[in-house]
């Protein structure tokens, strides 16, 4: 019963020793094996493994790639401009004791620091040579590789290796933002107001070639119509002159019954005139003036034609009347 009492503590304590003395590693980790702050073994491989309880301590460290965001650093380029840069970096754990002589029991955290310290001096080093185009143009990539190789060559006395860097804003500073604004606002107003002019001023080249076009054309086209009204004068002029050559006295017929309907509408009240005036040759004769008058084509009532008698009936006495009436 007594021997009991000790078998079991002693076999507890001997199984906390067993657990104590076995440790394991996740496959993205690695450690290192510590004694009394020495390092006995590096474990980087996933798996198992074994160190002295209570006398031995293990400290497991990332081994999967890491990143880290730099702060905003205000830099002067060559060119005098001043920019807001910051930068992301990537980077991993490649020799544990020296990353543990470089960063003591802070681990990541203090890397961490200390890298970001590197960036903060390489970044204005690099960039204090370049202008302001080869910072924004793809001239960057080769300033970036600049900037890799001082934090590859700054970092190996760290146990790490700098993959990559990249920048990752490039801004004014905050005092020069409305200024450039701005500037900027002139720019594309004088640009706006230079596209303005240059429109109005080409309005003004169609506006004053349709004028002309224009001009040109109601010209033309009045010249023609005189020229055409001309020529149905002209045409008009000859019909009239070949009807009255061919019979005189019928055409100074229909112009005295022309006459007629014309002055004597109902409108008209009273007619002055001599009673024998050739206005009356056809009211007061069926034959018109006499024989021996002269016929013009100007002539108010020359002869009539043959025709004219049936509708002035000279046997009437009151169509002999009619003109001393009015």
């Known amino acids: ?19 104590s003395s076995v440790f394991i590693v996740d496959e993205r980790k690695r450690a290192l094996v510590l004694q009394f702050g020495q390092v006995m073994q590096v474990k980087e491989e996933p798996g198992l493994g074994f160190k002295i309880p209570l006398v031995q301590d293990v400290v497991l460290y990332e081994d999967r790639i890491l990143g880290l965001q730099t702060q905003p650093i205000e830099v002067t380029l060559l060119s005098d401009r001043r920019l807001v840069v910051d930068a992301f970096a990537r980077w991993r754990i490649v020799d544990l004791v020296e990353f543990r002589q470089s960063v003591g029991t802070a681990g990541e955290d203090r890397a961490q620091q200390l890298l970001g310290n590197i960036l903060s001096q390489a970044i204005p080093e690099v960039l204090g040579n370049a202008t302001q185009e080869q910072v924004l143009s793809q001239d960057r990539a080769a300033l970036m590789n ?64 349709a004028d002309r076009t224009v001009i040109e054309l109601t010209s033309d086209a009045r010249r023609q119509a005189e020229v055409i009204r001309g020529e149905a004068d002209a045409e008009r002029n000859r019909i009239l002159a070949e009807a009255y050559g061919q019979d005189p006295e019928f055409f100074a017929f229909t112009r005295s019954l022309t006459a007629y309907e014309v002055s004597l509408q109902g409108g008209n009240s009273s007619i002055v005139m001599q009673p024998d005036s050739e206005f009356f040759d056809y009211l007061r004769s069926d034959a018109g003036r006499p024989s021996g008058a002269s016929v013009g084509p100007t002539t108010a009532a020359p002869a009539p034609a043959e025709p004219a008698a049936e509708e002035v009936a000279p046997t009437e006495p009151a169509a002999e009347e009619a003109p001393a009436n009015p």
């Open 146 to 209: 600049q900037i890799l190789a001082i934090a590859k060559r700054e970092g190996s006395a760290l146990g790490i290796d700098v993959i990559d860097v990249r920048l990752t804003r490039t801004d004014l500073p905050e005092q020069n933002l409305e200024a450039t604004f701005a500037r900027m606002r002139a720019e594309r107003e004088r640009e706006a107001a230079d596209e303005r002019a240059r429109g109005g001023e080409a309005a003004q080249r169609v506006r004053a070639s």
């Open 1 to 19: 019963m007594r021997a009991t009492m000790y078998i079991i503590p002693a076999f507890v304590v001997l199984l906390v020793l067993i657990l």
